[in-house]
T-cell receptor, first 118, second 112 residues
Framework: DTGVSQDPRHKITKRGQNVTFRCDPISEHNRLYWYRQTLGQGPEFLTYFQNEAQLEKSRLLSDRFSAERPKGSFSTLEIQRTEQGDSAMYLC????????????????FGPGTRLLVL | AQTVTQSQPEMSVQEAETVTLSCTYDTSENNYYLFWYKQPPSRQMILVIRQEAYKQQNATENRFSVNFQKAAKSFSLKISDSQLGDTAMYFCAFMGGDDMRFGAGTRLTVKP
């Protein structure tokens, strides 16, 4: 298992364009999280999935943001009509909540996608 | 709402010395998890140590240990025998229910 992967690693776009990021979680992890991290700050929760169901959205996730996790595997995060304020690192994390050892809440992070909106 | 506070934006320590990073949190939950994550420059975030709130014993992972004070809602990280590779941003994180919150981070520099 190679861990959580994200694609692309970097994205430069012009204001008003749409962008889509992909996250591939660790195999068999049932939870997948999206975070946004701006420079010098900790990650801010955006949304998360339990298998294919999107269970919670942060108020940070405006109607320009949408996320999917078809078939409970990889996930995509789309930002429509990007704004300069969307420039940030977008992190994905996954976890396997229920294990034979009990509840396991540890999240494993991907390398992130750094977005720059010009 | 849960909040996580890291009051030390930056810290430095001499190689081989010990350093303690502080973290406090606010919650009304009784069952929750606490984490310290490390984010080296331009590299991805990795888990350093985790603590379940129902466990009284402080978690330890090699040179890393925590001082978990549930009543005081404090969760500090002690790094012993600091190494140059410990230089990174350190984030304290709280997870209660489905809510994960991170502190603003402490930038730790280990000096040779």
């Amino acid at each position: 298992d190679t861990g959580v992967s994200q694609d692309p690693r970097h994205k430069i776009t012009k204001r008003g364009q749409n962008v889509t990021f992909r996250c591939d979680p660790i195999s068999e992890h049932n939870r997948l999280y999206w975070y946004r991290q701006t420079l010098g700050q900790g990650p801010e929760f955006l949304t998360y999935f339990q298998n294919e169901a999107q269970l919670e959205k942060s108020r940070l996730l405006s109607d320009r943001f949408s996320a999917e996790r078809p078939k409970g595997s990889f996930s995509t995060l789309e930002i429509q009509r990007t704004e300069q304020g969307d420039s940030a690192m977008y992190l994905c994390a996954s976890s396997l909540v229920w294990t034979v050892a009990g509840v396991q809440e540890t999240q494993y992070f991907g390398p992130g996608t750094r977005l720059l909106v010009l | 709402a849960q909040t996580v506070t890291q009051s030390q934006p930056e810290m430095s320590v001499q190689e081989a010395e010990t350093v303690t990073l502080s973290c406090t949190y606010d919650t009304s939950e009784n069952n929750y998890y606490l984490f310290w994550y490390k984010q080296p420059p331009s590299r991805q975030m990795i888990l350093v140590i985790r603590q379940e709130a129902y466990k009284q014993q402080n978690a330890t992972e090699n040179r890393f240990s925590v001082n978990f004070q549930k009543a005081a809602k404090s969760f500090s990280l002690k790094i012993s025998d600091s190494q140059l590779g410990d230089t990174a941003m350190y984030f304290c994180a709280f997870m209660g229910g489905d809510d994960m919150r991170f502190g603003a981070g402490t930038r730790l520099t280990v000096k040779p």
